[in-house]
């Protein structure tokens, strides 16, 4: 039986939830993109404008990311709840990626601490939908749309332990800053024991081999510590000032 799922606004189950994801039509060539896409481009203008008008009078944020496979009582999903309220009483608001896990908990305390908890959820092949401590929710068809989001109304990230959708958003965030593309952007990797193998291996095999400069490697701070991690992401700017 195939599962409930969201595409934007439009809830599909049964037999309806077989058609395709809009990121799947977009890409995947079993489908008829001569016929489409020229329609399709405006219904992905249609996504920026609706983000950008729900996003443009959020505060100075902070986006934390990490795995949507956490469960409450989790010791990373206490410290994401630690960590959302220390930024909210920072001044910053909280964004993630609107689901469960990691997410829900640090959506969660930044509702708890009274500060904005942001959610940008995306269509999936299964019902995920928004957690129930997102204040502004905004679901996706297209992964580009949300992460645009993402990096344009984030002052930084912070990623926790997760899979391959946190390692997609950690490994382009790095990549816009080392080209210039965002500046004075901070990036926290928590939990060491988790991230070190990998930075073992960006540090060795990419720098090591020349395929980084060893100046990027400054772009990330690894850190077991909820002060340390919230200390990095600098001071709130307000909207307009940045």
Do not use: C
């Amino acid at each position: 039986m195939q599962k409930r799922r969201t595409q934007g606004a439009i809830i599909l189950d049964g037999e309806q939830a077989r058609q395709p994801m809009a990121d799947q039509a977009l890409l995947d060539e079993q489908y008829q993109w001569s016929h489409g896409d020229p329609w399709r481009v405006l219904r992905i203008q249609s996504e920026f404008v609706e983000g950008f008008d729900a996003m443009k009078e959020v505060p100075s944020a902070v986006s934390v990311f990490g795995s949507a496979r956490v469960k409450p009582g989790d010791p990373f999903y206490t410290v994401a709840e630690q960590l959302a309220g220390r930024l909210v009483e920072r001044g910053f608001a909280v964004i993630t990626g609107g689901g469960p896990g990691i997410m829900e908990a640090a959506n969660k305390g930044a509702r708890e601490a009274g500060g904005l908890s942001v959610g940008l959820g995306i269509e999936l092949p299964h019902e995920q939908g928004i957690n129930p401590y997102v204040d502004l929710g905004i679901n996706f068809r297209y992964f580009f749309a949300r992460k645009t989001m993402f990096l344009k109304y984030s002052r930084g990230f912070i990623t926790m332990p997760g899979g391959f959708g946190t390692l997609d958003e950690l490994f382009e965030s790095l990549t816009l800053i080392q080209t210039g593309k965002v500046t004075q952007f901070p990036v926290v990797l928590f939990g060491r024991d988790h991230w070190q193998p990998l930075l073992d291996w960006v540090e060795g095999s990419l720098a090591g081999e020349g395929y980084i400069s060893p100046d990027d490697l400054g772009l990330i701070t690894v850190t077991d510590d909820v002060d340390e991690a919230v200390e990095a992401m600098g001071a709130p700017v307000p909207r307009g000032q940045a």
